[in-house]
């Protein structure tokens, strides 16, 4: 999508710190860290967010939540502390981003319930 900013960030036409890059995910520092480890794990193809997946994203998804995610952890060190996993949708769920990304954020204890 040509007005997407992480579409842009996942066609590198803008700079952002890449942590990890296959086929069909990238995984990058976001630009607002909440915590000393703050990854955005995105889809390279559009998805606006959680309403707009369907059955056929659902190996994409797999792949997000069960193989680049776990493995960003481990790389990270933080798979054994602990870490959260959150995706923001629509407007009260403070998505500001209109492109599904999975927010990976670790490195310190955190507190709940979210804000
Ligand atoms: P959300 O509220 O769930 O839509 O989170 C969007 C996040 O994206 C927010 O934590 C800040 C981050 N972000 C927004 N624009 C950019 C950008 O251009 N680069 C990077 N690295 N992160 C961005």
């Not at 933080?78 to 959260?84: C, D, L, M, Q, W």
């Amino acid at each position: 999508m040509s007005d997407c900013i992480f579409c842009k960030i996942a066609n590198k036409e803008i700079d952002s710190k890449i942590v990890y890059e296959d086929e069909s995910a990238v995984a990058f520092r976001d630009l607002s860290p909440q915590a000393p480890e703050h990854i955005l794990i995105i889809p390279k193809k559009h998805i606006g967010g959680v309403n707009e997946l369907t059955g056929g994203d659902a190996a994409l998804m797999g792949h997000i939540m069960a193989e680049a995610l776990p493995k960003l952890a481990k790389d990270l060190n933080i798979a054994e502390s602990g870490y959260r996993v959150v995706i923001n949708s629509g407007e009260d769920g403070q998505q500001t981003v209109k492109h599904l990304h999975v927010h990976l954020i670790g490195g310190r204890k955190m507190t709940w319930p979210p804000g």
